[in-house]
């Protein structure tokens, strides 16, 4: 199944340090809500069948989102929204918002969490977010962002004690946070395949992988076209043919680092993403990888 995620804008409310927004300057892009229309019903032609809408902050937009969501509905597509949950402030605020997602068929409310966030809105916007998931009936989970750090303790505590669905996800050292002070990931040596779900942004431009945008500026490996020159389905043929997309999918960043030299001990001090970009984003190394597809192809157990 096609997956997709869906840049409706780029405006967001909060100016968090560790987001993979590459720039300091307030980007607000925002996609035309009938053409957003247009390419959604071109989505389900094209096979996809699950769009999540993330970019900036979709709360921003809520009638418009809402909206599409109940077009994906209609369409038999699957739905997820990412947010900050700066909208729920209150319990009845929170409810009424859910209530009405629900209503128009969203399928998942995916609520980020970290130390970074709740500098900017209140922990407890989340745990209102959350359980108004649970009274109303829709599925959520948290995306708690942490770089396993100590201080990171007392946030998954929270989490721990208010008893709510949370998923640690490893900080991405791109975009606002490229100048934190790296940890090491020191994790066991495995394949780290990606599924790579594209993502489209508000101006129509698409890349292979929801991170590709602003993290890939010197080989713009990930990128597949502009939806004003392309369809939909040539843009997912582009990424489906791509060999060494396929390779990142099926044999995993840790096995290509591999193949192309890097020692062991290094690789495991890399996340997936940051080992990703490492590779992929070096044209020296890209041009090699794409000289040696055959025989990386072939480099297996």
């Known amino acids: 199944m096609r997956k997709l995620a869906f840049g409706y804008s780029t405006r967001c409310n909060i100016r968090c340090e560790h987001c993979v927004a590459a720039g300091d300057i307030p980007d607000s892009r925002k996609m035309d809500h009938n053409k957003a229309k247009e390419l959604i019903a071109e989505m389900a032609q094209a096979g996809v069948g699950g769009i999540s809408f993330s970019a900036g902050e979709p709360f ?4 418009e989102i809402a909206e599409l969501v109940k077009l994906c509905r209609q369409l038999g597509i699957y739905t997820r929204i990412v947010t900050n949950c700066f909208w729920a402030k209150t319990v009845a605020a929170s409810d009424s918002l859910v209530s009405e997602l629900k209503e128009n068929g969203l399928c998942q409310l995916r609520l980020s969490f970290s130390r ?16 108004s998931c649970r009274k109303i009936g829709l599925d959520y989970f948290i995306s708690f962002v942490t770089d396993f750090s100590i201080e990171d303790d007392l946030y998954e505590q929270f989490l721990r004690d208010h008893d709510l669905i949370f998923f640690p996800e490893p900080l991405i050292y791109a975009g606002r946070a490229a100048s934190f002070k790296r940890r090491n990931i020191l994790t066991d040596y495995q394949a ?26 010197e080989t713009n490996f990930f990128y597949l076209g502009n ?20 390779l990142v999918r099926t044999m995993g960043i840790t096995n290509i680092a591999s193949f192309i030299g890097m020692k062991a001990r290094e690789i495991i001090t890399y996340s997936k993403c940051e080992l990703c970009r490492k590779l992929f984003n070096s044209a020296e190394t890209l041009t090699r990888l794409r000289a040696e597809v055959s025989q990386l192809e072939a480099w297996n157990r």
Do not use: I
Request: aromatic share 10%; proline share 3%; with cysteine.
């Open 192 to 217: 780290n395949c990606c599924d790579m779900n594209p993502y489209l942004t508000p101006d129509l431009d698409m890349y292979a992988c929801c991170d590709a945008g602003s993290n890939f500026s």
């Open 60 to 63: 921003l937009y809520f009638n």
């Open 227 to 246: 939806l004003n020159e392309n369809t939909m389905e040539q843009l997912f043929t582009e990424t489906e043919t791509d060999r060494l997309h396929n």
């Open 116 to 131: 970074w966030h709740q500098k900017n809105v209140n922990r407890n916007n989340v745990l209102n977010a959350a359980r």
